[in-house]
Each structure stands twice: as C-alpha cells, then as structure tokens.
C-alpha cells in the first residue's frame, strides 16, 4: 500500500460534477471527511479488476459518518458507467457514488491524471495525504488503516517553546529537539513527506 508520494501541504483542487442522476456534487460540500477518490473509465482493465474491492470498500466507509469514497469516471454518459458497472458488479453498483467527467476537466485538467486507476486520499481539511497508482485490493485490512491514520491523526504530544520541548513526549526527544522556529504539523503522520507538483507526477500503465 505504499503511495507513490503522500502530501503535507497540498489542499486538493475544488471541482463540481454530477452524479449519475444529474445532481451537482460539489467536492469541497465534503469537507470534514477524509475522502477517498478513485479515478477510473470503462476502456481501463484494471480499473474493472479493482471495481470489486472499491465497492467492498465502500460498503465499509458507509457505516462511517468521517470517511466517504467517491468515484469519477471519465466515460460519456450516466448510461455507459451504470452498464459498466452493472456488469462488473452487479447490483452492488448502486452503493457507490460516482461523478462523471466526459471532458477530463477534472481528472486530467485540475489532478494532472493521465492513466488509469488512480486513488487520491484526501484529509478532512481538504489536504492530499497520498496517491496510489494502479489497482489495489481496496478491501484489505491495510486499507481501513490508512483511512484511519487520515481520519484520526494522533497528535504530536510535544509543544516547544523558544526552541525547549515541553509536554508529555518532551523527555522522548531530549537532545533531539528541533531548532527554534520549527513548526511541528500535529495533523500529519511523521512518515509522510512533501509532494511534487502534480504535473511532474510519474504515469501509469497503459489503459
């Protein structure tokens, strides 16, 4: 489950789409939910082997009331996606939300995607924390981990004050502390680290 970058800073772009009903969905209308947004067509075979594993994801994230998977494809029409759809999952198509984006303008035009599957996951502030290329098993354990770490980010418990740590964690960093002026960011994992631009980003597979 390694990201091919994961972000610290980096808000992710605002963009409204329609569902497979025609309503407006408005990405930042999920603010204050870490977001897992999948992007995909029909013409892509990963895409279709994964499908499965992002419904069961689905169903999981719909007990939950601060996380949300959200699908765009980038097909023609509601008609294509719910055919495609249905014959790749059945029935269990009608538990995920999907936007559609015919022109690409935002898959490619705001995401900077090329090829296909590509997952964003996305924090409640609206930040990028991690893309992943390519098919996953989204149904894994390992998964729901990830989503957690995004959603309920542990807190740093270390405050310094004129370059001296103070806190429960302070005797844990000793000699270690950070310079004066260094700010520590308590919303993200320690692991992660900066993102490129989103145009220099690597493509993928073929579709």
Same mark, same amino acid.
């Given at each position: 489950?390694?990201?091919?970058? &994961?972000?610290?800073?980096?808000? &992710?772009?605002?963009?409204?789409?329609?569902?497979?009903?025609?309503?407006?969905?408005?990405?930042?209308?999920?603010?204050?939910?870490?977001?897992?947004?999948?992007?995909?067509?029909?013409?892509?075979?990963?895409?279709?082997?994964?499908?499965?594993?992002?419904?069961?994801?689905?169903?999981?994230?719909?007990?939950?009331?601060?996380?949300?998977?959200?699908?765009?494809?980038?097909?023609?029409? &509601?008609?294509?996606?719910?055919?495609?759809?249905? &014959?790749?999952?059945?029935?269990?198509?009608?538990?995920?939300?999907?936007?559609?984006?015919?022109?690409?303008?935002?898959?490619?035009?705001?995401?900077?995607?090329?090829?296909?599957? =590509?997952?964003?996951?996305?924090?409640?502030?609206?930040?990028?924390?991690?893309?992943?290329?390519?098919?996953?098993?989204?149904?894994?354990?390992?998964?729901? =981990?990830?989503?957690?770490?995004?959603?309920?980010?542990?807190?740093?418990?270390?405050?310094? =004050?004129?370059?001296?740590?103070?806190?429960?964690?302070?005797?844990?960093?000793?000699?270690?502390?950070?310079?004066?002026?260094?700010?520590?960011?308590?919303?993200?994992?320690?692991?992660?680290?900066?993102?490129?631009?989103?145009?220099?980003?690597? =493509?993928?597979?073929?579709?």
């Amino acid at each position: 489950m390694t990201p091919a970058y &994961a972000a610290l800073d980096r808000v &992710a772009p605002d963009f409204e789409l329609k569902d497979l009903n025609g309503t407006p969905v408005r990405f930042s209308s999920f603010r204050g939910k870490t977001v897992v947004l999948n992007f995909w067509t029909k013409t892509c075979r990963p895409c279709l082997e994964e499908m499965p594993s992002v419904v069961e994801l689905g169903k999981l994230l719909a007990q939950r009331k601060d996380v949300v998977l959200v699908t765009v494809s980038t097909d023609e029409t &509601a008609k294509e996606i719910r055919d495609t759809l249905t &014959a790749v999952v059945g029935k269990d198509a009608a538990s995920l939300t999907v936007l559609v984006d015919p022109e690409s303008d935002v898959v490619r035009g705001k995401f900077g995607t090329k090829l296909f599957p =590509e997952t964003w996951v996305v924090d409640p502030h609206g930040v990028i924390r991690a893309r992943f290329d390519g098919a996953r098993d989204w149904s894994s354990s390992m998964v729901l =981990e990830l989503v957690d770490s995004v959603a309920r980010p542990i807190a740093c418990p270390v405050e310094f =004050e004129e370059g001296r740590p103070h806190g429960p964690g302070a005797l844990v960093i000793g000699r270690g502390a950070p310079p004066v002026g260094m700010v520590l960011d308590e919303a993200a994992p320690a692991t992660q680290h900066a993102v490129p631009d989103v145009e220099g980003s690597p =493509e993928r597979g073929a579709v």
